[in-house]
């Protein structure tokens, strides 16, 4: 059977999560006490299945504990980044009508205007609590570590940014789900292709609020493998990690394989990685040469998937397969690619270019925003993720372009104009135009082309002047790295901006 209560009776000693840097471990048959012990507490509050719980804290015990205890209780459970701002926490907040909200006081000083607001969640703090929260730890300890009477398997609702810039969390249907059933796409990509087992040490070095890492590590716990959680990510300390635990199996991006390969001869060489099975890689287009770089050094066990926090298909590739089929994400194995062009409507043959729908996929809605759920669809319930690409003769799809014109920096999506709404509200600022440049470390950073009121203003002052003004208001990850000024933007005699003529002068011609 598949998940932590089974292996909390099998093998009750057995590590479930450890803590990379410190050492802290929780035992399965602990995790299976404190996941009870947080059911419990979010039934006395009056939860039902299918109620939203939100929750935001950095990579540790509690985040996994919280997780599973949500699972347990049935709940909607939404992880939200640390690293935004608390406008875009209380939006996340709201919009998925979360009835309780946990928070570490790590991100205290994000969430503390949430306290004394009426019609909110209840509101809890691990640790030591600040006014206004409910101490998690303490309330989590007095309850009762059995199971509730009636369980109901739980799942996650994660937000993925929509072109508005406003975050958009993907719904999927709640059905009923014995315990002991995985998710098929879970099992597909993470036991099926990748071989994680119950023998399997899972090595996780990225912010679990991620959908990839969230989901990877809660189903290498459920098949019964030890997870290695770490708080962030630094390059020797990884490789450290996967010696020091014998990691058989890690998820990363391509920015992390950049900062690897980086790394000096004789730090790369020091630690015996012999262990490592399988090194799980999505999130952002990895460049060919990186990744025959790290098939090189690691060997043919890099699997490269593509697919969305929507989950409407997936495409897998091997490490074999890829090095037959350079720059390939792989076939299709959930869904049916349709390459389709975009005015016509008509499916395209192989080698020409479109944008990629899936067919016969998993259906999702954006959750309160029904234009977007529609302008995701097409043809009989086709729908895309917006990305543009081709097929080759034998079915492989490579990609060529993003979604509209959203950024992807250290395999973090971006969308510009959620930073160009903040610009523009700057006084000196008449237009603005934002998209990704390249950076050889994160893949693209944020670039912003400003046209002032007074162009005679423009200067290396009034460039950082922007740039902090842009992080007061939004997340930093969002805010743009470098801004240039232009006297006049391109736009259509309609008003339509042309940011393909500005993106274009910052990146490499394409043959």
């Known amino acids: 059977m598949h998940h932590p209560s089974f292996h909390a009776v099998a093998t009750p000693d057995k590590p479930a999560y450890i803590i990379a840097e410190t050492g802290e471990t929780l035992t ?23 109620d939203h719980v939100a929750f935001l804290l950095e990579n540790g015990l509690p985040f996994v504990e919280i997780c599973w205890a949500a699972q347990r209780a049935g709940l909607i459970y939404t992880a939200i980044s640390r690293y935004l701002k608390p406008g875009e926490i209380a939006y996340i907040v709201a919009d998925c009508a979360a009835k309780a909200f946990v928070t570490s006081p790590v991100g205290g000083g994000q969430t503390r205007g949430f306290a004394g607001r009426s019609g909110g969640p209840i509101l809890f703090m691990t640790e030591t609590p600040a006014p206004g929260f409910r101490s998690w730890d303490m309330e989590v300890s007095a309850q009762p570590t059995t199971p509730l009477a009636n369980q ?18 993907v ?5 009923p789900v014995p315990f ?23 090595l996780s070095p990225a912010p679990l609020y991620h959908a990839a890492p969230l989901r990877f590590t809660m189903t290498a716990a459920a098949v019964g493998a030890t997870v290695v959680v770490m708080k962030g990510f630094e390059a020797e300390n990884y490789l450290r990690m996967i010696e020091k635990h014998r990691a058989t199996h890690s998820q990363l991006v391509p920015t992390m394989f950049v900062r690897l390969l980086k790394l000096p001869p004789e730090a790369r060489s020091k630690f015996d990685l012999s262990s490592l099975r399988g090194a799980i890689h999505a999130a952002a287009p990895c460049p060919p040469d990186v990744k025959q770089q790290m098939i090189d050094w690691w060997g043919p066990i890099l699997i490269e998937y593509y697919a969305g926090t929507e989950g409407n298909g997936v495409t897998i590739v091997n490490s074999t397969e890829w090095l037959a089929h350079r720059g390939s994400v ?19 043959p192989p080698r020409v270019n479109g944008v990629v729908y899936f067919a016969g996929g998993p259906a999702f809605v954006y959750r309160n925003d029904p234009a977007k759920t529609r302008a995701a669809y097409i043809n009989e319930g086709w729908s895309t993720l917006g990305d543009i690409g081709y097929l080759d003769e034998d079915g492989y ?30 006084p000196d600022v008449l237009d603005v135009a934002v998209f990704g440049v390249p950076n050889e470390d994160l893949g693209e950073e944020v670039k912003a082309i400003v046209q002032l009121r007074d162009h005679s203003r423009a200067s290396k002052a009034l460039e950082d002047e922007l740039i902090a003004y842009c992080r007061e208001r939004i997340s930093d990850l969002k805010c743009p790295r470098s801004v240039d000024f232009e006297r006049v933007l391109p736009r259509t005699p309609t008003g339509k901006l042309m940011k393909r003529e500005l993106r274009d002068r910052y990146w490499p011609a394409k043959a």
């Open 330 to 348: 792989g076939r299709a194995y959930v869904g049916q690619i349709r390459i389709v062009d975009e005015k016509s409507g008509a499916v395209q």
């Open 171 to 175: 719904e999927t249907a709640l059905t």
């Open 152 to 169: 109901f398997a739980g799942r996650d609702m994660l937000y993925s940014s929509g072109t508005t810039g406003r975050p958009k969390g």
């Open 28 to 50: 399965f048959a602990e995790l299976d006490r404190r996941a009870n012990q947080g059911a419990q507490l979010f039934a006395s509050l009056g939860l039902q299945p299918g």
């Open 397 to 426: 799809l490579h990609l060529t372009d993003r979604k509209a014109h959203m950024i992807i920096s250290g395999g973090v999506n971006i969308y510009p104009q959620e930073t160009e709404d903040v610009l523009i509200g700057h």
């Open 180 to 202: 002991g059933v995985l998710n098929p796409l879970l099992k597909l990509l993470c036991v099926d292709m990748c071989g994680v087992n119950a023998d399997s040490v899972y």
